[in-house]
């Protein structure tokens, strides 16, 4: 049974990303380069969700929760209680083989995933040297309501900042 390749996980978790928010009403910017540690922006009246996305055929599991290995660099980008847009890890869990990946019917084409997902920001420094462990409760799918309680985040994020010469 063949792994999938690093670009076809990517672009499916994309995919699934962009299919969530298009039906909540949500814009995405797609970046093409990753060095703010985000992958895609969601838009929504002003407010902005950042995400790092990743995809796997064999999810790590703990207590009930899934766990991802992320990067330091990455982790600490998202973290950063400073960010504009809060950051977040979101992890698509697929089939272990592709072929069941997508399902072609007649009237529809239905996507065998599932994604979930785990706020970063303002989460406390890494204790580790290279990854730091990312725990996505098994409850925190990513839906249309899970994006609108993070756009909610977002605005309370705003209108909880300091205001200094001005500006929140």
Same mark, same amino acid.
């Given at each position: @049974?063949?792994?999938?390749?690093?670009?076809?996980? &990517?672009? +499916?978790?994309?995919? /699934?990303?962009?299919?969530?928010?298009?039906?909540?009403? /949500? !814009? %995405?910017?797609?970046?093409?380069?990753?060095?703010?540690?985000?992958?895609? !922006?969601?838009?929504?009246?002003?407010? @902005?969700?950042? +995400?790092?996305?990743?995809c796997t055929?064999?999810?790590?599991?703990?207590?009930?929760?899934?766990? +991802?290995? %992320?990067?330091?660099? =990455? /982790?600490?980008? #998202?973290?950063?209680?400073?960010?504009?847009?809060?950051?977040?890890?979101? #992890?698509? $869990? $697929?089939?272990?083989?592709?072929?069941?990946? %997508?399902?072609? &019917?007649? &009237?529809? #084409?239905?996507?065998?995933?599932?994604?979930?997902?785990?706020?970063?920001?303002?989460?406390?420094?890494? =204790?580790?040297?290279? !990854? !730091?462990?990312?725990? #996505?409760?098994r409850c925190?799918? %990513?839906?249309?309501?899970?994006?609108?309680? @993070?756009?909610?985040?977002?605005?309370?994020?705003?209108?909880?900042?300091?205001?200094?010469?001005?500006?929140?």
């Amino acid at each position: @049974m063949a792994e999938a390749t690093s670009w076809q996980k &990517e672009q +499916f978790s994309r995919a /699934y990303v962009l299919a969530v928010a298009t039906r909540g009403g /949500y !814009t %995405l910017a797609d970046w093409n380069v990753d060095k703010d540690g985000v992958d895609v !922006t969601l838009r929504w009246k002003g407010l @902005m969700v950042d +995400f790092q996305l990743k995809c796997t055929q064999s999810p790590r599991a703990a207590k009930g929760d899934y766990v +991802f290995d %992320l990067d330091l660099a =990455t /982790y600490n980008k #998202l973290r950063d209680p400073e960010r504009s847009a809060p950051g977040y890890l979101a #992890l698509a $869990v $697929v089939p272990k083989t592709l072929d069941k990946w %997508l399902l072609h &019917e007649p &009237e529809r #084409l239905l996507m065998s995933c599932h994604t979930y997902w785990a706020k970063l920001q303002d989460e406390p420094p890494p =204790t580790a040297s290279k !990854t !730091t462990a990312i725990h #996505l409760p098994r409850c925190q799918t %990513l839906t249309i309501n899970s994006l609108e309680r @993070m756009f909610e985040a977002s605005r309370q994020h705003i209108l909880n900042g300091t205001i200094e010469g001005g500006l929140a």
